[in-house]
């Protein structure tokens, strides 16, 4: 089974309008973290923001926020105030406690921003 | 500049050939990480070092790939006798005991 889950191959968004990035996860591990990474053309993976499975309160970076919903396995990326530099591909990953040190990355949403 | 640096940038070979990547991590990071990225793919993870000692090697780390870190700084990634299949970024990563990882630029491989 995929243990990190992004449905959504790539979006569109309009500039300035907020945009969700889907994020699902599957693990047994009751400590893990979670991650969002940015990777532009360019190819350097820049980390955006991280969530703790015991962390209580939602991530939060600038204009990035983390909607944890970790009954439903989820931890969804927003961008608010989309920008035209933020167009790039997105990529979720975790690390699980017992796994390592290793990260497990989804397969990424590529996101277009309108101007 | 301080981040993870990555040489070369890229890579055009023939199949058959040994290629070697290098990777010089941020100063102060005991941790380093190799990841093999295919086109529009996420990473995925390839082997991880504490200082001198590799850890954890998956098993995508066929025996034609070796990594060394040989005195606990950089960190180099050698493929031997080189397959199509392995075009791919090969991304060097870094991180202190705690903290978040940093990223290099990658270094592209392209087999012919």
């Known amino acids: 089974a995929q243990k990190i889950t992004q449905t959504q191959p790539g979006m569109f968004v309009q500039e300035k309008e907020a945009v969700t990035l889907d994020c699902t996860y599957d693990?047994?591990?009751?400590?893990?973290?979670l991650f969002w990474y940015k990777q532009p053309s360019s190819g350097e993976m820049i980390f955006l923001i991280y969530?703790?499975?015991?962390?209580?309160q939602n991530a939060t970076e600038g204009r990035y926020s983390l909607n944890f919903q970790k009954a439903r396995k989820s931890a969804n990326l927003v961008i608010s105030a989309s920008q035209l530099g933020d167009s790039a591909m997105y990529f979720c990953?975790?690390?699980?406690?017992?796994?390592?040190?290793?990260?497990?990355f989804g397969g990424g949403t590529r996101l277009m921003v309108k101007p | 500049d301080t981040g993870v640096s990555q040489d070369p940038r890229h890579k055009i070979t023939k199949r058959g050939q040994n290629v070697t990547f290098r990777c010089d991590p941020i100063?102060?990071?005991?941790?380093l990480y190799w990841y093999r990225q295919t086109l529009g793919q996420g990473p995925e993870f390839l082997t991880y070092?504490?200082?001198?000692?590799?850890?954890?090697k998956s098993r995508l780390l066929s025996d034609r790939f070796s990594a060394e870190r040989p005195k606990g700084s950089f960190s180099t990634l050698e493929i031997q006798r080189t397959e199509q299949g392995d075009s791919a970024m090969y991304l060097c990563?870094?991180?202190?005991?705690?903290?978040?990882?940093?990223f290099g630029e990658g270094s592209r491989l392209t087999v012919l």
């Open positions: 990563a870094s991180r202190q005991t705690t903290g978040e990882l940093f």
């Open positions: 070092f504490q200082n001198e000692a590799q850890l954890e």
């Open positions: 969530q703790g499975s015991y962390d209580q």
């Open positions: 990953a975790m690390r699980e406690g017992n796994a390592g040190n290793m990260l497990t």
């Open positions: 693990t047994s591990d009751p400590s893990y973290g």
């Open positions: 100063s102060e990071h005991n941790r």
